[in-house]
């Protein structure tokens, strides 16, 4: 089911934004783009998604960056501080063995050098920031997942339409089918009465079995009965609370089975029509099923 939710937050001296979308899937596919210096932090989100979504293509995102209001805090990088004053005492060495002195490097002088003040990021612990982005994880699930509630209740009123759609082609197959029964009758006694001019001697039961397993052949009611079953079933499915995609897409292709067979069996330009007319509304029902979780 398609949805998606966007959310900023701040905190333990950072500020972030997350976003998360997702489109249709048969199963659960989860792609994270998260800091990869925040330890632990990619598990602890999939966890989170996992538990409240269970079906679907989904991608979360999360940017963060150093909140304006910390950015004066600084910090001494001891590896570019170390590097540094090796190379001062290099640069004495070499001075004193050429008989030079020089003046002596202040304080000041060694920060002035790039890299050994840098700003804190706090990324030495990164436990504080982890905690305040899985205490604000929940509310971004929530709205997604409002988002995705308020899709698959349209959704369900799209589908229930379509419902609606088949229960009254089925209705109009089977009024169809009770029209035609007589013609049928009638055509069947009239190849029984050729088939009894041109053939002496003929079997008269035989004949009456094939023609009977003819009528049988042409007969519908069955296919018109379980379209009916299906279409209460998938109603009934779409009154249930939980996931129901699944269930509706097996239905789907047995809607598609009885309409193909419908038409098979039709023998008649209006009953044919009837059913692919059912085949296209079933074909357009079984995308919008796609879309549900």
Known sequence: MTGFAARKGQGAGHVWAWDIRSVNGKGLDLRLRVPEWIEGLEAMIRAEVQKALGRGNVTLNLKLARDEAAAGAMRVSPVALASVLGALAEV????MARGLTLR???????L?????????TGEADTAPLRAALMVDLPALLAEFGAMRAAEGAALAGVIA???DQIAALTQAARREAEARR?????????????L?????GMDEARLAQELALIAVKQDVTEELDRLEAHVAAARGLLAEPGPVGRKLDFLMQEFMREANTLCSKAQAIALTRIGLDLKTVIDQMREQVQNVE
């Open 104 to 110: 002596q490097a202040s304080s000041a002088d060694v």
């Open 112 to 120: 002035g050098f790039r890299g050994v003040l840098e700003a804190d």
């Open 182 to 194: 007589g013609a049928a009758r009638a055509a069947l006694e009239e190849a029984l009465a050729r």
């Open 196 to 200: 009894r001019g041109v053939a002496e």
């Open 92 to 95: 004495e060495e070499a001075a």
């Open 161 to 163: 339409g379509q419902l």
